[in-house]
Every structure is written in C-alpha cells, then in structure tokens.
C-alpha cells in the first residue's frame, strides 16, 4: 500500500463517513498532498554533506468553496497532511529546523480547484503535544490523567450512547502514554483489540462504542527564540 493510500485510510478512519461525503468535488486531498511533495523537493537544499534542509512552514491558500470543505473536517486534515509530510522527509532523508506547520488559507483571487503552497524555513524548538482527535475535534492533553466519557466529570466528552460516564483514562508523562479502561459496561477496543490496560502509541485508534479516536503526538513549531529564514 502506497503512502498516498494510507493518507485517505487515514483520513477516513478519523472522521467516518465525513471524508466521502465532504469530498464528493472540487479539489481532493490527495491533490494537496501532492502539491506538498512537490514543495518539499522543489525547496530542499543541501547545506552539508550530511543535511538536506527542507521549509518547515507551509500556506495552503486555496479558492474559497475548496477552503469550506478542508476546514469544515476541523483539524484531523492538517494532522494527516503533516504526517504524510513528515513521512516523505524521512524517505527522501530531509530535515528541517524546527516544528512543522501546516495553515490553510482562503484565497479569494483563486479558481476552484486550484492550490498554491508558500513555504519557508523557520528556525526553533520542538514541542511534542499530545492530543486526541474525536470526530475531527482536537483535545490536547494538558494533563497527567484525563477522562474520556459520557458523564459531565470527563475531560473529553464522548457523545455516544455506548460509552460509559467515566469510560476509560489516557495517561502522559510527558513521553509516554497508556490507556486505563475504568470498568465500562461495554468494553474499550485499541487497535481493534480489547483492552484493560496496554501502552498507548502515537496514531492508535481507541474505539469506545460506535466513536473512533486518534491518539496523537505532534510535534508543534516553538519559535520564541527563532526567526525566519
């Protein structure tokens, strides 16, 4: 299976039905992905014998009935354009020199269908943020135990009639993370598998109910000591 492949299996497995639905026209993701490929190589430039400097922040500007339907699937899109982009640095042996950073723009001045990436090269520090995406909806992690389940004392709510009050706990320690089910009467699914308890994974699925969740880890852009190239 092709890289590009396993971006709309991606895609899909985060938002459902939302991915066929919302992309029945107009410009398709993999599009988008290609036109960051092509960035990434046109961009790339060799700075040591050992270093291939690739940019590091990316602006997809497009026209604005394509800017509805990318944005309207929240912020699980830009998390798998950023993963494919990180994927096709590693193939190619590229690096970059701080977080990457993915924005989608409205470009009122362009045709549908039609897609224009800026990039450059923005130096700084890596954060590593871990997040849970529900339904296209992005839940940071802030802390060291958080709750996912129906009742009002979660910390990520899970509108799901077969999830329990308090269903399962996601731990962090700031590199590691674990999963906890709390006793649900209907079960947690980790990668397809029940679970108890098991080490959590950066890109695992949790299935509580008929809800899917990705559990991630991004790296996200600190540039308060750096500027841009």
């Known amino acids: 299976m092709g890289i590009l492949d396993n971006f709309e299996k991606g895609l899909e497995r985060v ?13 398709q ?7 960051l490929r092509r960035e990434l190589d046109t961009k790339a430039a060799v700075v040591s014998r050992d270093r291939i400097l690739a940019p590091n922040r990316f602006t997809v500007r497009l026209a604005p009935g394509d800017h509805q339907r990318m944005t309207s699937l929240g912020p699980a899109l830009v998390d798998e354009f950023t993963q494919l982009v990180q994927q096709h640095a590693t193939a190619q042996h590229y690096s970059f020199a701080g977080g990457l950073s993915i924005e989608l723009l409205r470009d009122d001045k362009l045709s549908e269908g039609v897609v224009r990436i800026d990039s450059n090269t923005v130096q700084g520090t890596v954060r590593w943020v871990p997040v849970l995406d529900v339904n296209g ?6 802390k060291s135990r958080t709750i996912l389940g129906r009742g009002s004392e979660a910390d990520v709510p ?15 320690d700031g590199k590691r993370g674990q999963i906890n089910d709390l006793g649900s009467t209907n079960g947690t699914r980790l990668n397809g598998s029940p679970l108890k308890q098991a080490p959590l994974t950066p890109d695992s699925v949790i299935d509580i109910g008929r809800t899917r969740i990705v559990f991630r880890v991004l790296a996200q852009a600190d540039d308060s000591t750096g500027g841009r190239r």
Not at 137 to 142: A, C, D, I, T, V
């Open 15 to 27: 938002v459902n039905g939302a991915f066929a639905k919302t992309f029945k026209s107009g410009l």
């Open 158 to 172: 899970v509108d799901d009639a077969g999830a329990s009050r308090k269903h399962v706990e996601v731990l962090w």
């Open 29 to 35: 993701p993999l599009e988008v992905t290609s036109a």
């Open 137 to 142: 909806k992005r839940y940071p992690l802030k």
